[in-house]
């Protein structure tokens, strides 16, 4: 398979496009500053489980990772895997909210508590990936 | 005399929460004239701030910066330089637009004036 260029994020490790540092500011990266930093998404354990308006957007909060971001080349089925949701692709963070909310079942003993179902739910697919 | 009142909230996602500064010490204003800063910053995008004084409205609600830290000066200061008198309530509102809870981190700073 041909190698393509990515930007890795350094703290969670998805990727984002090769132009991702030509485009801070224009396509990426809008509201998070003048130095191209990752856009990726981090839990907040630290704050306290919000509850909103319905279950499924009951989670701990979420910020920006803000790591370095590093040049490489991998396989582009590699790619495939690890590209990162953009911001400007979600803007309302609905399908970035959802993954992330999924990752906090994992460490959240709140949120397990809270929906004992959807944790079942999301064990099983982790088993299974 | 310089007070200040600093926290972070979190907001559920496509919540307002009324008033980030209920229950603080300084949530009405303590001197009989001051100036007052507003620092605000987002754990993420899609939060957005609005500041009302004593019933007036200082800005509408407004797109606030994101660093995911407390704010600092100068840098994440929304609105320097605004007045109150004793008692006036601070209501500093706090919405989030998107699907996912962030956190806002907010400071106030109050300069009383001779």
New interface residues.
């Given amino acids: 398979m041909p190698l393509v260029e990515r930007f890795r994020c350094s703290r969670t490790g998805v990727t984002f496009p090769s132009d991702y540092i030509e485009q801070w500011g224009i396509k990426y990266g809008h509201g998070l500053g003048p130095v191209p930093v990752s856009e990726a998404l981090v839990n907040h354990y630290h704050s306290p489980v919000c509850e909103g308006r319905n279950d499924a957007c009951t989670m701990h909060p979420v910020g920006f990772a803000g790591g370095q971001l590093d040049f490489i080349r991998i396989d582009e089925s590699e790619a495939l895997k690890t590209d990162a949701i953009l911001a400007k692709d979600d803007p309302d963070m609905v399908k970035r909210s959802a993954i992330m909310r999924d990752k906090q079942f994992l460490k959240s003993n709140k949120l397990q508590s809270m929906f004992p179902e959807e944790h079942a739910k999301v064990l099983a697919k982790v088993k299974v990936n | 005399m310089v007070l200040a009142m600093q926290g972070?909230t979190?907001?559920?996602?496509?919540?307002t929460v009324n008033n980030v500064c209920t229950g603080e010490r300084y949530e009405r204003l303590p001197f009989v004239r001051q100036v007052c800063d507003l620092l605000c910053t987002g754990?993420?995008?899609?939060l957005k701030a609005e500041l009302n004084v004593g019933g007036t409205s200082i800005t509408p609600p407004v797109?606030i910066?994101?660093?995911?830290r407390v704010p600092l000066e100068p840098d994440d200061t929304l609105l320097e330089d605004w007045e109150g008198f004793a008692g006036q309530l601070v209501q500093l509102s706090a919405t989030n637009?998107?699907?996912?809870?962030?956190?806002f981190f907010w400071k106030i700073k109050i300069m009383e004036l001779q």
């Avoid at chain 2, 910066?65 to 995911?68: D, E, H, K, M």
């Fill in positions: 972070k979190s907001i559920a996602a496509n919540t754990s993420a995008t899609g797109v910066g994101v660093t995911n637009t998107t699907a996912g809870a962030l956190d």
